[in-house]
């Protein structure tokens, strides 16, 4: 122990006392030192305090590039560290990969936006918007505001007055005359609905959905006049407003050359008792229309309402007639020759529109497609018209076993209708020879007969929606007896018999009005023929417009006329009415092929419309039972 420690603690308040003594004593003996002497001491005292080992040097005197080089090595990112040729790689794909990707991105993004030009619409789509116009010439009436024909004015404002509780005004002038035919304007409405009830979205693509629906909404106002419709039994209906026979001088529809603006003469209206044909066609039209005007549930309401009335009426067994039996000034021109066709087609088109299935029983009954001669496979029978629905109506129940193929009890008949309707398409086509063509290729399904037109539309829309029956279920066509048929040739026939009619034919001529360069001026039409001139003519006076040399004055756009002869030869002069007059179920079935043939608003048709009102055909699965709960 430290003699100066007595106690045995540290001695570092001794050593501390004791260096504050020399300090003391050296700062009294400072005045003595020589003051370079002290500072030189001074240095050396210091360079020995600041005297580092060598391993301290190492670490503060290492050559500078060696840090260089550790910083060029490493990236610190904070968190971490990273080598500094990967973080280079790193940003520079980034950047790579913003200027090949990003940055034309945003440019394309940035740039204003140009919509691609549609391509043009095909000849079918221009025939279109034509041939509806003409259903816009024929109307009868007060004229909406905005017509759409500038000739043609208020017309028929007094039809079906005072003997009709209400009158007859409204509806569509049939043709050239100015006779309202309720017949073949009820089959016109019925196929119309048809077309905008398969192809509603060609129709919209088009822009002429609306107007359709207004042209057949003016048709199925007019036609719900026809009888009572807020009655539950009928005992008539009206069948014709106007009339007249050939040959006669007498001051009537036929003689008389006036327009419909100034008729003066009287027009008498056709009622029966008796109509089973007219009742079920003006049924199939209120029905077929409900289905487009689902979307005005009042309308539509009221439209099956007036279809259903009309049923008792004319299945009673009592009432069985055709409706132009013993009546001259309808037999002469719109002489219906059955009218279990009719039925089938009624039965049909109602059982769409209520599903109920009281009607489909009654059109897959046996005894009726029997009595039509549904399957006699007799040509004459294969020709849709507004006289022959069975193509029509054997086409439309097929529609049902191929989309939803409801089986018992029904499966028989309609795979019978099914089959008949490929042997009926089998029929259109060239190398079966059932039907004879023209030189220029105009199948001549009226057997040479005039006004062929109306027959080779109808036929044509026909097969085109067939075809598109048969490929919306997958189905690449059907059996000509052991030939198996594509889709495709049955739409090749259609439009050639529509492009024939278009203007590829000999004489290179539209049978359009206004369609094409080339097309009939001498239309058999007395509203075309007269000049709207605000002058009245009266029933003689307006004759020498019908037998001028002269291109009518007026337009008749859209009217597709009767047609050519069997040698493809056609006299554009007005004397010859079979060839230049149109009429309205002609227009009907050209509509209805054009917009089954454009290629405007794509291929398909509408499979599920048609079936809405039709209920589930198999009760709903069960539920599955709740959860046991203990």
């Not at 990003?102 to 936006?113: D, E, F, Q």
């Not at 603006?261 to 199939?284: K, N, Q, W």
């Not at 007639?321 to 002489?335: E, M």
Request: hydrophobic content about 35%.
């Amino acid at each position: 122990m430290h003699p100066g420690n007595l106690w045995g603690g540290r001695l570092d308040a001794i050593d501390s006392d004791r260096a504050e003594a020399e300090e003391e004593e050296r700062r009294r003996n400072m005045t003595e030192w020589d003051r370079g002497a002290l500072h030189s001491q001074q240095l050396s005292a210091e360079h020995q305090r600041n005297q580092l080992d060598e391993t301290q040097q190492g670490w503060l005197l290492a050559p500078q590039d060696s840090w260089k080089k550790k910083r060029k090595k490493y990236v610190n990112l904070g968190c971490v560290s990273v080598s500094r040729t990967v973080f280079m790689w790193t940003v520079g794909s980034i950047l790579v990969l913003f200027l090949v990707v990003a940055l034309p991105i945003i440019i394309v993004k940035s740039l204003p936006r140009h919509k691609s030009t549609p391509p043009p619409p095909d000849n079918y789509t221009l025939a279109i918007h034509k041939a509806i116009q003409f259903f816009d010439a024929q109307k009868s009436g007060k004229l909406p505001k905005k017509d759409r024909v500038s000739w043609r004015g208020d017309s028929g404002v007094k039809d079906g007055l005072p003997d009709v509780v209400g009158g007859l005004v409204g509806g569509y002038y049939d043709g050239g005359s100015n006779i309202k035919f309720h017949f073949p304007m009820a089959f016109s409405m019925t196929m119309l609905s048809w077309s905008l009830i398969e192809y509603s979205e060609k129709f919209k693509a088009i822009n002429e959905y609306d107007h359709m629906r207004d042209v057949l909404k003016w048709g199925t106002d007019y036609l719900l006049l026809t009888f009572n419709n807020s009655a539950t039994r009928l005992n008539h209906i009206y069948a014709q407003v106007g009339g007249g026979v050939r040959d006669s001088e007498s001051a009537d529809d036929i003689y008389c050359w006036q327009r419909p603006e100034d008729m003066s003469y009287d027009r008498p209206v056709i009622s029966l008792t008796t109509a089973t044909d007219l009742g079920a066609e003006v049924a199939s039209a209120l029905a077929a229309a409900s289905i487009v005007f689902n979307d005005k549930p009042t309308y539509a309401k009221k439209l099956k309402k007036g279809a259903e009335t009309l049923w008792p009426f004319f299945r009673n067994k009592n009432r069985r007639k055709r409706y132009s039996d013993g009546q001259p000034t309808i037999q002469a021109f719109y002489n219906s020759t059955s009218m279990f066709d009719e039925l089938m087609w009624a039965g049909a088109w109602l059982y769409y529109a209520t599903g109920n299935q009281t009607y489909i029983q009654f059109a897959t009954t046996p005894s009726v497609p029997q009595t039509a001669k549904a399957f006699a496979n007799q040509p004459e029978l294969m020709v849709p018209s507004w006289n022959n629905k069975l193509p029509g109506a054997m086409l439309l129940m097929t529609r049902y076993r191929l989309f939803l193929n409801p089986g018992f009890p029904y499966e028989n008949m309609l795979s019978r209708y099914h089959n008949a309707t490929g042997v009926t398409m089998c029929a259109y086509l060239k190398q079966y020879n059932v039907f004879n063509r023209t030189s220029g290729g105009l199948i001549q399904l009226n057997m040479g007969k005039p006004r062929p037109l109306e027959y080779v539309a109808h036929a044509s829309f026909l097969a085109s929606l067939f075809a598109d029956y048969l490929n919306s279920t997958g189905v690449p066509g059907w059996y000509c007896g052991p030939t198996f048929v594509s889709t495709q040739v049955l739409k090749d026939f259609a439009k050639s018999q529509i492009d024939y009619i278009l203007g590829d034919n000999p004489l290179k001529m539209s049978y359009i009005v206004g369609f094409g360069k080339k097309f009939p001026r001498h239309v058999y039409h007395r509203g075309a023929t007269i000049p709207n001139d605000k002058k009245r003519r009266s029933c003689r006076e307006g004759l020498k417009y019908r037998d001028t040399k002269n291109p009518n004055p007026n337009n008749i756009t859209g009217a597709m006329v009767g047609g050519p002869n069997k040698s493809d030869q056609f006299h554009d002069i007005r004397s010859n009415y079979n060839a230049s007059e149109p009429t309205m179920s002609g227009n009907a079935g050209i509509v209805a092929a054009l917009i089954s043939l454009t290629s405007s608003g794509g291929y398909q048709i509408d499979k599920n419309t048609m079936f809405n009102g039709v209920p589930p055909l198999y009760p709903p699965a069960t539920p599955p039972p709740k959860a046991w709960k203990p």
